[in-house]
DNA sequence: ATTATAGATGAACAAGTGATCATATGTTCA
DNA sequence: TGAACATATGATCACTTGTTCATCTATAAT
């Protein structure tokens, strides 16, 4: 990679002509335009952004970690994080709509679970960037 | 802690007499005290949570994707993303703080980069986790 | 059928966040 | 030295998000 054409090489803001923008002042071409080519899809990009999103809560992650052991209960997770049983069925609720966990109902009790591997193996990795 | 006694919680059920917490009315207290005893570090489930959150941004997300493919300057990213520079610089502050990209200087230049493998192999499960 | 339990949901408000504009810094070149 | 360039930073404001309270639904027991 790394076609150095760089360095000084700047003569001028390349007139461009784009459309929409206009007023662009870029060094590199070559690379806006590979990134460009190689960019996600807007609906993954959104759905990877909200996934993320949820992770990015103290409580949710110790909701996750904390299920990463094995199922549980809507009460067991409000007193392990010590807040509200309807606090705990909101954050799950999110984690429900973005596949992160599922849950199943045994009686009056529902049984919540994380939704696949991929969602422990996401939080091993933070964690592991995180303590390094 | 919060001694409230919501909805007619009245005599709560297993008395259990904990130190801290008195109020919980939970039904597996063994899993509760397992998840407890393997709970991260307040310190470090905080540092997962804000870079969770940083990549939570579909902007940030994008300049990590096109960061993967090599090393850009602040206008490039601008250019590619179509805001302005001094928004990239911002998303970029925040990402640089969490040790998720950092960056070398040439000249005038400036020029951005994945600060370690983590970090795209962080966004590479997300991504894998999405597309399922 | 009535009551109790376990949880879900909606509204409302404080706190946090992203985008933008103006200004400040640091670097190169004339 | 001073102007131009590339980027950083601070302040502001509109918008989003987490939390809480109150209400609502579903299941089980009496």
Redesign the interface.
Same mark, same amino acid.
């Given at each position: 990679?790394?076609t150095n054409k *760089?360095? =000084?090489n700047q003569e001028g803001p390349l007139p461009h002509a784009d459309e *929409? =923008?206009c007023w662009?002042? $870029?060094? &590199?071409q070559d690379?806006?335009e590979?990134?460009?080519k190689? /960019?996600?899809p807007?609906r993954?990009?959104?759905?990877?952004? *909200? =996934?993320?999103? /949820?992770?990015?809560?103290?409580s949710r992650?110790?909701i996750l970690?904390?299920l990463s052991?094995?199922e549980? $209960?809507v $009460?067991?997770l409000?007193?392990?994080l010590?807040i509200?049983e309807s606090g705990v069925s909101h954050q799950l609720r999110r984690l429900r709509d973005l596949a992160l966990v599922k849950n199943r109902r045994d009686g009056k009790?529902l049984y919540y679970s994380l939704d *696949?591997d991929?969602?422990f193996?996401?939080?091993a990795?933070?964690?592991? &960037?995180?303590?390094?």
């Amino acid at each position: 990679m790394e076609t150095n054409k *760089d360095k =000084t090489n700047q003569e001028g803001p390349l007139p461009h002509a784009d459309e *929409d =923008t206009c007023w662009v002042r $870029c060094i &590199h071409q070559d690379r806006v335009e590979e990134a460009r080519k190689n /960019a996600v899809p807007d609906r993954d990009l959104q759905r990877l952004a *909200d =996934t993320y999103k /949820a992770l990015g809560d103290p409580s949710r992650l110790r909701i996750l970690m904390a299920l990463s052991r094995g199922e549980m $209960c809507v $009460c067991d997770l409000a007193a392990y994080l010590e807040i509200s049983e309807s606090g705990v069925s909101h954050q799950l609720r999110r984690l429900r709509d973005l596949a992160l966990v599922k849950n199943r109902r045994d009686g009056k009790i529902l049984y919540y679970s994380l939704d *696949d591997d991929h969602v422990f193996r996401l939080v091993a990795l933070g964690l592991e &960037h995180v303590r390094e």
